[in-house]
């Protein structure tokens, strides 16, 4: 049975940090790339960051660069997104994916609410 978890949102105010977490299992962890996405009300999903399966290669959005940082264990099934210098805009709900490879499709996890308030 496939699993995609999501831990670690909550309320943080501008400026601050927070860490997501996400545990994956049921799936050969190590062959698919990871990636986390958000949405914010009333907007579409959309690609946060992205990091290949070996860990090598990292992607993230405009929005985010120099801010997130993407890093996944292999050992753990796991995939982090740290998140600083948090802005409002950053509020949304966060998504961890498995992404589909071959002919096989991608796994969601259930999200996790990020908010950004004073």
């Known amino acids: 049975q496939v699993q995609v978890k999501e831990s670690g949102g909550g309320l943080v105010q501008p400026g601050g940090s927070l860490k997501l977490s996400c545990a994956a299992s049921g799936f050969i962890f190590n062959m698919r790339a990871m990636s986390w996405y958000r949405q914010a009300p009333g907007k579409e999903r959309e690609l946060v960051a992205s990091?290949?399966?070996?860990?090598?290669?990292?992607n993230y959005a405009d929005s985010v660069k120099g801010r997130f940082t993407i890093s996944r264990d292999n050992a753990k099934n796991t995939v982090e997104l740290q998140m600083d210098s948090l802005k409002p805009e950053d509020t949304a709900v966060y998504y961890c994916?498995?992404?589909?490879?071959?002919?096989?499709?991608?796994?969601w996890g259930q999200g996790t609410q990020v908010t950004v308030s004073s």
């Open positions: 990091i290949a399966s070996a860990g090598g290669s990292t």
């Open positions: 994916k498995a992404e589909g490879r071959l002919s096989r499709p991608g796994y």
